[in-house]
DNA sequence: TTGTAGGCGTTATCAC
DNA sequence: GTGATAACGCCTACAA
């Protein structure tokens, strides 16, 4: 494309302004421009007050780009999501970016799809960027990307889910855990025909995580565990399939809890229940997981388990910033920063024997 | 290594390879190293080869910010979204990443909450970041973001809300007139007395330019336009709150129809309805905004309103991407692209007069 | 408090 | 096809 005829052509981009041209308008040199962003309490009064309005006048706004480059340091920090369209990830993303805008970081974002490999992708377009950190949100990666991860020399947290001997610090909650503890909250109840269900679509490995806490559970107390997966692509559709099903069966046969990876699961079943000539939960006892804003309100109250997606963020992005200011002498440890996914006992559990 | 000739301390980030280190490494010069990155089919094939060897061994990545400096050009979109905790925004930042995956384009984000005040704040810091286009989510920007992006020499894309006259390009669809649709669905029923219920938090702008529309839609239709705001900040209490109290009113002076901001208040309000000794949409109709997952399964099913969110982030991004492949020659108009924002009409608008 | 010199890692330009 | 040189815009180190 042909883009420049002129002959002498500074490589510049026009019309935008730089420090020079600040420098220039207040007769002083660059650097003392530098020091008003950096360090105005090193820049007199005055000259400050003039440096303001020539700036304020001009709309300077200093590079990014060029300050990290010679500095060293940039001001972003990258995470990495698995699917930026759930609201486990949009309240992520709000806690890190809350607790992020006071200090100046920028949050550079990217989407994984909960794939190992867009992952490592997504780091390695960050490792690009000379990050001020990285957050990720997951603990199992290619090893590739762990290679790369172990190589940047900043601080990198895995958020969501903690698991033990990571090489990283993390803030979250143990996911696999969870399953049990749902299968638990039935057992306790003298429920012994327990299913869990999980959605069609394979991709979302933390359901899978907890499947496996819940199957573990259940062998320890001596049932075999039902691991269920869902037909339809849509959740609502999926739930409200699985309890149709469950109608058609006899009722010596049918599943006394039903748990279901997500709460749009279970509200599909709830939701569509009295079509099929249930009761919930005297038919069957209903667990999510979640606690999506609509839970509690399901007739009946959803019981569901909350975890504290937006803490979580902001518990990371604190993590980041703590790291950051701490003495680089200071070798620390690995932080495990834990946080609670807590039961909410709603009434949709109450198993009926 | 040629680059430690210096006596001070180099300020080189300690175990970050550079260009030059990869270069050495082959026997040939850095720019060869760039283009086999940047023009690969200028590079012989056996050291390209070699390159690739190198490169992997070492876990080289170019510096996106060396580059972006160098080149003038960065390789960030940058986005403003306005809560990015909320399932439009997720869905906007989904559409967005999709599309821009595929061209090596890294999505900056900021959060706004919508105030302008924040959104400035953060158009400025974006500025320093040189993008190579920008998004945003509103059309009233205050004036110094106005100014900045003006004197902004790159692809500017306004998502969501499409208005009349604006000097940037726009994805989306007229917002203020969907409040109109849904006083127009319910008048074209034959009701009379409809109510717009405004949550009770007010930072949502959108909500009162649909309020807007609504009360336009009213008055033109020769009735008084009531609009009610919220009394709880949750907004399933909100609506549940709403049908309570028409439940405690004499059935004359009842509202037919109600319109809620939102499907999470006309949810509270539909889960709540039975309790109230009410039986939608018989004693009320009702319409909601947004089309959440939970809509179609309510009881009644929720009539609401469906934004393009995925396409509108996914067109957002493609506009970017065309305007930036255009010759910068072809002085193209603003672009304005309308994407539906379609009316579901399900059983719960049903009026019963 | 202010200034000078040089480098951060890459790419544009032009030469070979 | 490959290389030398000089930017890009700013900041660190050191000097005055």
New interface residues.
């Given amino acids: ?1 042909t883009r420049s005829n002129s002959l002498r052509a500074s ?6 302004y730089t420090i020079h041209d600040v420098a220039a308008l207040a007769g002083v040199s660059a650097i003392t421009v530098s020091r008003y962003f950096n360090a105005p309490e090193k820049v007199s009064e005055g000259l400050r007050e003039k440096l303001r309005e020539i700036i304020d006048r001009i ?1 300077y ?9 010679a500095s ?3 001001r ?1 920090v990258c995470a990495v999501m698995q ?5 486990t ?3 992520l ?2 806690g890190m ?2 607790e992020l805008r006071a200090s100046g970081l ?6 994984a799809q909960y794939s190992r490999e867009l992952e490592e992708q997504a780091i ?2 960050f ?4 990050p001020t950190a990285l957050i990720l949100t997951r603990d199992d990666h290619t090893p590739a990307a762990e ?2 991860l172990r ?1 940047l ?1 900043v601080p990198i947290v895995e958020a969501w889910g903690v698991a033990k001997g990571r090489p990283f610090h993390q803030v979250g909650f143990p996911n696999v855990e969870t399953g049990g503890t749902l299968a638990e909250h039935f057992l306790e109840q003298g429920a012994t025909r327990i299913q869990f269900v999980m959605p069609s679509n394979p991709e979302d490995f933390r359901a899978e995580q907890r499947a496996r806490g819940f199957a573990e559970q259940m062998k320890r107390a001596g049932f075999t565990p039902h691991i269920q997966v869902a037909q339809h692509d849509d ?2 559709d999926a739930g ?1 399939f699985c309890i149709a099903s469950l109608a058609a069966q006899a009722k010596s046969a049918r599943a006394q809890a039903l748990i279901f990876a997500s709460d ?1 699961m279970a ?2 079943a709830i ?2 229940a ?1 079509e099929c000539g249930l009761s919930l939960p005297r038919d069957c006892a209903i667990a999510g997981f979640g606690d999506a ?2 839970a ?4 009946p109250a959803l019981t569901t388990l909350r975890p504290a997606r ?1 803490e979580i963020g902001q518990q990371a992005a604190r993590t980041v910033l703590a790291l950051l200011a701490a003495d680089p002498a200071a070798k620390v440890g690995m932080i495990q920063e834990l946080l609670p996914c807590e039961l909410l006992v709603r009434e949709s559990s109450l198993v009926h024997l």
Same sequence: chains 1, 2.
């Fill in positions: 494309m490589r510049r981009k026009a019309g935008a709309g706004v200093p590079s990014q780009v060029a300050g990290g480059l060293g340091h940039g972003v699917n930026i369209a759930s609201s990830f949009a309240g993303v709000k970016t809350d920028q949050l550079l974002l990217a989407n390695r377009t490792v690009g960027w000379h290679a790369m190589g020399n959740e609502f409200a749009n509200a599909g939701l569509h009295e804003a609509f509690a309100r399901l007739k937006y």
